[in-house]
């Protein structure tokens, strides 16, 4: 079992930078791939992006690709999603997610332990 906990979302202006935090309950180094999606309203949750368990990895949704880096600090047993640039279209609950499975990591249906979120909202 992992506990996620979310943080740092809130309002920006267009243009701006926000870093979203995901506390774990346990070392997720090693053993869990980590992903952040998000969900709009009335949209299907999407990828946003992912790193492997070991670190060396990471993976973007087309959209983000220059505008965020994912990232951890193993000894916080944190994960990190820097965004910059925000656009209007980026407002959505972010959420955190891990999965010990070796899968492509883009899907939300490959993860197996989910945070409750965080608001991110970009106003122009």
């Known amino acids: 079992q992992v506990q996620l906990v979310e943080s740092g979302g809130g309002l920006v202006q267009a243009g701006g930078s926000l870093r979203l935090s995901c506390t774990a309950s346990?070392?997720?180094?090693?053993?869990?791939?980590m992903g952040w999606f998000r969900q709009a309203p009335g949209k299907e949750r999407e990828f946003v992006a992912a790193?492997?368990?070991?670190?060396?990895?990471?993976y973007y949704v087309d959209s983000m690709k220059g505008r965020a880096t994912i990232s951890g600090d193993n000894a916080k047993n944190t994960l990190y999603l820097q965004m910059n640039s925000l656009k209007l279209e980026d407002t959505a609950v972010y959420y955190c997610?891990?999965?010990?499975?070796?899968?492509?990591?883009?899907?939300?249906?490959?993860?197996?332990?989910w945070g409750q979120g965080t608001q991110v909202t970009v106003s122009s």
């Open positions: 997610a891990a999965t010990n499975g070796r899968g492509s990591y883009y899907f939300s249906s490959e993860y197996d332990y």
């Open positions: 346990r070392r997720t180094f090693g053993t869990y791939a």
């Open positions: 790193i492997s368990s070991s670190g060396e990895t990471a």
